[in-house]
């Protein structure tokens, strides 16, 4: 199976920091970006951050300077290095795998999620 699969999630303090990786298959894709998003209670999904296959990133500006997303090619793993939390980034991450393939529409797979709880 394709779906990712997340891991590293935790509580910690304000000012804390965690490290989520996300797990593929190992299959090979011609072309990929893999996302975190993170949905809070009561709020809508939003995105955190992306790499490509190209080494290409992004980064939404509430985490910018605070997170850092990077690829393990060896180990078939992308990693989202997030220092300084704030409560606020209190939310289940969820890695999505997006798969271009040729002329075809790109296809997504999301990960399970994982619980990232930050007290005050």
């Known amino acids: 199976q394709v779906q990712p699969v997340e891991s590293g999630g935790g509580s910690v303090q304000a000012g804390g920091s965690l490290r989520l990786s996300c797990a593929t298959s190992g299959s090979t894709f011609g072309a990929w970006v893999i996302s975190w998003h993170r949905q809070a209670p009561g709020k809508q999904r939003e995105f955190v951050a992306n790499i490509a296959s190209s080494r290409s990133t992004n980064y939404a500006d509430s985490v910018k300077g605070r997170f850092t997303i990077s690829r393990d090619d060896g180990k078939n793993t992308v990693s989202l290095q997030m220092n300084n939390l704030k409560p606020e980034d209190t939310a289940v991450y969820y890695c999505?795998?997006?798969?271009?393939?040729?002329?075809?529409?790109?296809?997504?797979?999301w990960g399970p999620g994982t619980q990232v709880t930050v007290s005050s």
């Open positions: 999505k795998l997006m798969v271009l393939q040729g002329s075809s529409p790109p296809r997504d797979y």
